[in-house]
């Protein structure tokens, strides 16, 4: 079956960094997607991966390895605004995606 | 402002009635989607729409139906609605899909609060 794994909950200070880690089986691979939710509002897009490696946007990276089926959004220099839910997901062979739970990240001053 | 827009923002129904959530956008997307979120779970996808004419069920379409008469507009409809249909109603877009070489970015509305008693 097709599968997303997150953690629930993460805590992290202000100022800090933190890794979100999520792994991933799908039929197929097309690509990782990384969203921010802010509380009841909608997903935003924030990253994509299809390369095994690091890309940089700003505060923000993302990694993918494939053979590992394995990703992690890295965030720096935390606000109290990166308060969000995290989602994760990966798009399969039929270019489905395939969602995680999220991940809720708590900014504690 | 471009962007989607999904109405009603919050609605409490009882069980039986038949409902339409709208969802409209103005970004000219080809690919439009319906997913419902619950807490503990991802977000699952219902319906789909690659382009105008076309509909296909996601991984939840049971007690759901959709249509695509033109570009802009996908409605999302409950014949029945029952309580496990209470959840957040995400309608979603994208200029293209990832198979014909775009970039799969889904643009998210603010979504569709639903309570069936």
């Known amino acids: 079956g097709q599968n997303i794994d997150q953690p629930t909950e993460m805590t992290a200070t202000e100022g800090a960094i933190v890794q979100i880690n999520c792994t991933y089986q799908?039929?197929?691979?097309?690509?990782l997607f990384w969203y921010q939710q802010h509380a009841g509002e909608a997903p935003t897009f924030l990253s994509y991966?299809?390369l095994d490696g690091l890309e940089e946007k700003g505060r923000f990276s993302s990694f993918l390895s494939r053979s590992k089926g394995y990703s992690y959004l890295l965030l720096k220099e935390l606000q109290m605004k990166d308060s969000a839910s995290y989602l994760c997901?990966?798009?399969?062979?039929?270019?489905?995606?395939?969602w995680g739970a999220g991940t809720k990240l708590i900014i504690k001053p | 402002i471009a962007g989607i827009t999904q109405a009603p923002t919050s609605q409490i129904l009882a069980a039986g009635r038949r409902m339409t959530l709208r969802c409209t956008q103005d970004?000219?997307?080809?690919?439009m989607y319906w997913y419902r979120q619950d807490l503990g779970l991802g977000l699952r996808l219902i319906h789909y729409?690659?382009?105008?004419?076309?509909?296909g069920k996601g991984e939840v379409p049971d007690g759901y139906s959709v249509s695509r008469a033109n570009t802009d507009d996908f409605p999302l409809t409950l014949a029945s609605a029952v309580p496990s249909q209470t959840s957040v109603y995400f309608c979603a877009s994208s200029d293209s899909s990832r198979s014909s070489g775009g970039t799969g970015e889904l643009f998210f509305g603010e979504g569709s609060r639903l309570t069936v008693l």
């Open positions: 970004m000219r997307h080809n690919a």
């Open positions: 799908t039929s197929g691979f097309n690509g």
């Open positions: 997901a990966a798009m399969d062979s039929n270019y489905q995606l395939i």
């Open positions: 991966n299809v």
């Open positions: 729409s690659n382009t105008a004419g076309t509909t």
